[in-house]
């Protein structure tokens, strides 16, 4: 399964431009090398750029990665769903919203780091047991058509984004 499979009506227009930086291969294979550039990338952050903040209103380095966790559950749930061929329309969320109350900068890098590393290999494992066919089936997630091969390229590229912000923005 690669990026190259997923058609446009999987997915809200909205993620062309995360699905876009994913690149050639299996999306199983980059979203576990994914876990390990990304985990490498937070630990070689100086100390001193986990609470930094290029802007006012802008999220902290400790906070991207929170973002990146908090993403991840809710789009396994969703590849959860509809790998069970689960119709049920599931509703957005504001990820705005789930940054203050998730309290990332009181917590360590070494700790999120860990939290995110748990997470992955919930999604690896999830997308690991799922066999061709459910890959593709339709759900409908805030509205717009989504399948769990979308979900699989839309983790890799919505990772790569924040990385590539923080590289340009932060360091």
Same mark, same amino acid.
């Given at each position: 399964?690669? %990026?190259? !499979?997923?058609?446009?009506? @999987?997915?809200?227009?909205?993620?062309?431009?995360?699905?876009?930086? %994913?690149? !050639?291969?299996?999306?199983? @294979?980059l979203l576990y090398k994914r876990q390990e550039i990304t985990t490498k990338f937070?630990?070689?952050l100086d100390e001193s750029k986990y609470l930094y903040r290029y802007a006012d209103g802008k999220w902290t380095p400790l906070e991207i990665l929170q973002h990146i966790i908090d993403t991840e559950r809710i789009f396994y749930y969703r590849a959860l769903r509809f790998a069970r061929m689960?119709?049920?329309p599931l509703i957005g969320f504001e990820h705005n919203d789930y940054i203050n109350p998730s309290r990332a900068n009181n917590k360590s890098m070494?700790?999120?780091?860990?939290?995110?590393?748990?997470?992955?290999q919930h999604s690896l494992v999830l997308f690991q047991s799922l066999e061709e066919d459910v890959f593709s089936f339709k759900g409908t997630a805030n509205g717009s058509a989504m399948t769990a091969r979308a979900i699989a390229a839309i983790m890799i590229g919505h990772e790569k984004h924040h990385i590539e912000v923080i590289k340009e923005r932060y360091l």
């Open positions: 399964m690669t %990026v190259q !499979d997923i058609q446009p009506d @999987e997915y809200n227009p909205y993620y062309k431009t995360y699905i876009n930086k %994913v690149g !050639d291969g299996d999306l199983l @294979e937070f630990k070689s689960d119709a049920t070494p700790q999120i780091i860990k939290e995110y590393d748990v997470e992955r």
